[in-house]
Protein backbone atom coordinates (compact mmCIF):
# COMPACT_ATOMS: atom_id res chain seq x y z
CA UNK A 1 0.00 0.00 0.00
CA UNK A 2 0.80 3.69 -0.55
CA UNK A 3 0.03 6.15 1.97
CA UNK A 4 0.04 9.94 0.99
CA UNK A 5 -0.17 12.75 3.74
CA UNK A 6 -0.76 16.29 2.64
CA UNK A 7 0.28 19.36 4.50
CA UNK A 8 0.26 23.48 3.98
CA UNK A 9 -3.33 24.53 3.44
CA UNK A 10 -4.80 27.55 4.95
CA UNK A 11 -6.37 30.76 4.76
CA UNK A 12 -4.93 33.39 2.02
CA UNK A 13 -6.37 36.28 0.28
CA UNK A 14 -6.64 36.74 -3.44
CA UNK A 15 -3.83 37.30 -5.46
CA UNK A 16 -1.74 35.30 -2.83
CA UNK A 17 0.34 32.03 -2.93
CA UNK A 18 0.56 29.06 -1.31
CA UNK A 19 2.38 25.51 -1.70
CA UNK A 20 1.11 21.91 -0.83
CA UNK A 21 3.44 19.22 -0.15
CA UNK A 22 2.54 15.73 -0.17
CA UNK A 23 4.58 12.87 1.43
CA UNK A 24 4.64 9.16 -0.09
CA UNK A 25 5.57 6.07 1.67
CA UNK A 26 4.73 2.58 1.58
CA UNK A 27 5.19 0.27 -1.60
CA UNK A 28 7.59 1.34 -4.27
CA UNK A 29 6.60 0.96 -8.36
CA UNK A 30 8.81 0.98 -11.29
CA UNK A 31 6.26 3.79 -12.64
CA UNK A 32 4.25 5.93 -10.93
CA UNK A 33 2.21 9.23 -11.28
CA UNK A 34 1.12 11.83 -8.84
CA UNK A 35 -1.85 13.97 -8.60
CA UNK A 36 -3.58 16.98 -6.93
CA UNK A 37 -7.12 17.07 -7.11
CA UNK A 38 -9.95 19.25 -5.66
CA UNK A 39 -13.32 19.38 -4.35
CA UNK A 40 -15.31 22.58 -3.76
CA UNK A 41 -18.40 22.30 -1.73
CA UNK A 42 -21.49 21.13 -3.77
CA UNK A 43 -18.99 19.86 -6.41
CA UNK A 44 -17.31 16.80 -7.82
CA UNK A 45 -14.02 16.23 -7.17
CA UNK A 46 -11.97 17.78 -10.01
CA UNK A 47 -8.63 17.14 -11.64
CA UNK A 48 -5.80 19.83 -10.97
CA UNK A 49 -2.36 18.56 -12.01
CA UNK A 50 -0.47 15.59 -12.26
CA UNK A 51 3.40 14.78 -13.03
CA UNK A 52 5.06 11.35 -14.44
CA UNK A 53 7.30 10.39 -11.27
CA UNK A 54 9.90 9.39 -13.93
CA UNK A 55 10.72 11.90 -16.08
CA UNK A 56 8.66 14.61 -14.65
CA UNK A 57 6.40 15.46 -17.78
CA UNK A 58 3.07 17.40 -16.45
CA UNK A 59 -0.35 18.45 -16.96
CA UNK A 60 -2.62 21.38 -16.07
CA UNK A 61 -6.28 21.62 -15.96
CA UNK A 62 -6.59 24.45 -17.76
CA UNK A 63 -8.32 26.21 -14.71
CA UNK A 64 -5.05 26.49 -13.43
CA UNK A 65 -2.54 26.57 -15.90
CA UNK A 66 0.21 29.51 -15.47
CA UNK A 67 -1.09 30.24 -12.01
CA UNK A 68 -0.14 26.55 -10.56
CA UNK A 69 3.30 24.30 -10.92
CA UNK A 70 3.54 20.81 -9.59
CA UNK A 71 6.97 19.46 -9.07
CA UNK A 72 8.51 16.46 -7.17
CA UNK A 73 11.54 15.66 -4.68
CA UNK A 74 12.54 12.47 -5.35
CA UNK A 75 15.31 12.13 -2.25
CA UNK A 76 12.28 13.13 0.24
CA UNK A 77 9.46 11.28 -2.49
CA UNK A 78 7.60 14.41 -1.91
CA UNK A 79 5.18 16.00 -4.88
CA UNK A 80 4.61 19.57 -4.49
CA UNK A 81 1.71 21.81 -5.71
CA UNK A 82 2.79 25.72 -5.56
CA UNK A 83 -0.24 28.05 -6.49
CA UNK A 84 -0.16 31.58 -7.26
CA UNK A 85 -2.27 34.70 -8.44
CA UNK A 86 -4.97 32.27 -6.31
CA UNK A 87 -8.63 33.33 -6.57
CA UNK A 88 -11.92 32.36 -4.32
CA UNK A 89 -12.87 29.96 -7.06
CA UNK A 90 -9.66 27.53 -6.06
CA UNK A 91 -11.24 27.54 -2.49
CA UNK A 92 -11.59 23.75 -1.57
CA UNK A 93 -10.39 20.74 -0.12
CA UNK A 94 -7.06 19.28 -2.07
CA UNK A 95 -5.96 15.95 -2.52
CA UNK A 96 -2.95 14.24 -3.25
CA UNK A 97 -3.52 11.14 -5.54
CA UNK A 98 -1.08 8.24 -6.80
CA UNK A 99 -1.16 5.60 -9.33
CA UNK A 100 1.04 2.83 -10.59
CA UNK A 101 1.99 4.06 -13.93
CA UNK A 102 3.18 6.59 -15.85
CA UNK A 103 0.35 7.22 -17.64
CA UNK A 104 0.25 11.64 -16.31
CA UNK A 105 -2.39 12.27 -19.25
CA UNK A 106 -5.43 10.14 -17.52
CA UNK A 107 -6.89 11.91 -14.47
CA UNK A 108 -9.55 8.95 -14.06
CA UNK A 109 -7.75 5.91 -12.80
CA UNK A 110 -5.81 7.36 -9.07
CA UNK A 111 -5.72 4.64 -7.03
CA UNK A 112 -4.51 6.04 -3.51
CA UNK A 113 -5.46 9.23 -1.66
CA UNK A 114 -4.82 11.33 0.63
CA UNK A 115 -7.08 12.92 3.22
CA UNK A 116 -7.19 16.14 1.64
CA UNK A 117 -6.20 19.85 3.49
CA UNK A 118 -8.55 22.93 3.15
CA UNK A 119 -7.83 26.19 1.13
CA UNK A 120 -9.73 29.20 1.38
CA UNK A 121 -9.28 31.96 -0.51
CA UNK A 122 -11.01 34.93 0.59
CA UNK A 123 -11.73 37.78 -1.53
Known amino acids: QVQLVESGGGLVQAGGSLRLSCARS????????AGWFRQAPGKEREFVAA????????RYADSVKGRFTISKDNAKNTVYLQMNALKPEDTAVYFC????????????????WGQGTQVTVSS
Open 97 to 112: AGKPNGNFYVSTDFNY
Open 51 to 58: INWNVGST
Open 26 to 33: GRTFPTYT
